[in-house]
């Protein structure tokens, strides 16, 4: 059963996620509500549409501009399907300094931009062919030792507050726990031939960063 495109009138197959011809997402536009999941968005990857966090929108390639002020894509033709973003607060707040990135996945290849530091700055810029991309993979590291050990002085300081190793007990258990809060990491390593870039996906909850690494691998079965 087909229907029409609310936007152009363009006939689409039903159960179609996005118009051919436009790019309009055909469940938003007949009601349906929530963020898309991951299979309905592999399942219709459009080339004219993009993933900023949960909602498909289109970028243009004229008027994409990076963290690292790049404009725009290789190809003329590319288009964006799904995109990370983390600015300078949210990385100075996740304890990953003073940093901007961004990567974004077109229908050929995937860009990364960073923008690092204040006093010595860092930019660094990669382009990488779908095809070439090997692996990508979600690393969580929890540092739990700061925890026990910060736990364990906690209470020994609360134990013998009226003394002076007590407070200084107290002082280094709270000093261990926001170490912990301060070390945890959460990337996405995405490895290609060549190298590797490290994107923090402290922010994202798990199904965002789950839906931008399938896509470059539904991308990858596309092109094979």
Known sequence: MAMNCPKCGTAVPDGAGFCTVCGTRIEAASGMTGNPSAQSILASVDPT?????????RIEHVSYVSSTGATGF????ERAICSLKNGYGLNLVAGEGWKSED?????????????QGVISKVKQEEIVNIEDITGVSIV???????????????????ATIKSVGGIICL????????????????????????GS????????????????????????????
């Not at 990567?103 to 923008?115: A, C, E, F, P």
């Not at 969580?140 to 609360?158: N, T």
Request: proline share 3%.
């Open 49 to 57: 549409s993009s993933l900023s966090g949960s909602t498909p929108t």
């Open 74 to 77: 290789v190809d003329p033709s």
């Open 103 to 115: 990567s974004v996945i077109t229908n050929k290849r995937l860009y990364y931009y960073g923008d």
């Open 140 to 158: 969580y590291f929890r540092p739990w030792i700061f925890v026990i050990l910060g736990a364990l002085s906690a209470m020994i300081g609360l």
């Open 171 to 194: 002082i280094f258990g709270v000093f261990l726990l926001l170490m912990f809060v301060l070390l945890c990491k959460s990337f996405l390593k995405i490895e290609y031939a060549g």
């Open 197 to 224: 870039i490290h994107f923090s996906v402290k922010k994202y909850g798990l199904d965002k960063v789950r839906i931008f690494q399938r896509c470059i691998f539904s991308l990858k079965d596309k092109q094979k």
